[in-house]
């Protein structure tokens, strides 16, 4: 069970990383077919994917981050270019650390972590409910 709650955690801990190395760029949400994905905001130049794929160890899967540009032939100036080679160095640090980690989790804990993150999102969109007002 240990290992289980272990592999659960690593991806939790990922996603944390994830949305803070990437100052909030990037963020672990759950997808509509039933897994998770990393959302990038609207005006970020690079992505990260999430890739689930099937280990050789029966029930374990092997969960690997790539990064990808999401803007092609743009045009920037100085202040854009500083932007972008600014998130490409984040974008480069936060998956030399997720790198460093390996995820085989089993089907029960990729299901667990997406109700997990399900249940951060809905605690996120109360919280401005239950602040009170100054």
Same mark, same amino acid.
């Given at each position: 069970?240990?290992?289980? %709650?272990?592999?659960?955690?690593?991806?939790?801990?990922?996603?944390?990383?994830?949305?803070?190395?990437?100052?909030?760029?990037?963020?672990?949400? &759950?997808?509509?077919? =039933?897994?998770? +994905?990393? #959302?990038?905001?609207?005006?970020?130049?690079?992505?990260? %994917?999430?890739?689930? *794929?099937?280990? !050789?160890? &029966? =029930?374990? +899967?092997?969960?690997?981050?790539? *990064?990808?540009?999401? #803007?092609? =032939?743009? @045009?920037?100036? !100085?202040? =854009?270019?500083?932007?972008?080679?600014?998130?490409?160095?984040? !974008? +480069? *640090?936060?998956?030399? *650390?997720?790198?460093? %980690?390996?995820?085989?989790?089993?089907?029960? @804990?990729?299901?667990?972590? #997406?109700?997990?993150?399900?249940?951060? %999102?809905?605690?996120?969109?109360?919280? &401005?409910?239950?602040?009170?007002?100054?």
């Amino acid at each position: 069970m240990h290992e289980h %709650q272990n592999e659960l955690e690593k991806l939790q801990k990922a996603a944390l990383l994830i949305e803070e190395m990437s100052m909030g760029r990037l963020k672990a949400c &759950p997808s509509t077919v =039933g897994h998770v +994905y990393i #959302r990038p905001e609207s005006d970020a130049y690079i992505g990260l %994917q999430m890739q689930i *794929a099937p280990e !050789s160890t &029966p =029930g374990r +899967y092997a969960v690997t981050f790539t *990064a990808f540009p999401r #803007r092609m =032939g743009l @045009e920037l100036g !100085s202040s =854009g270019l500083r932007r972008l080679m600014t998130e490409v160095n984040q !974008s +480069y *640090a936060l998956l030399t *650390a997720l790198e460093m %980690q390996k995820y085989r989790p089993t089907q029960l @804990e990729l299901e667990q972590f #997406r109700e997990s993150i399900i249940e951060q %999102q809905e605690s996120e969109q109360l919280l &401005p409910l239950l602040s009170p007002k100054l």
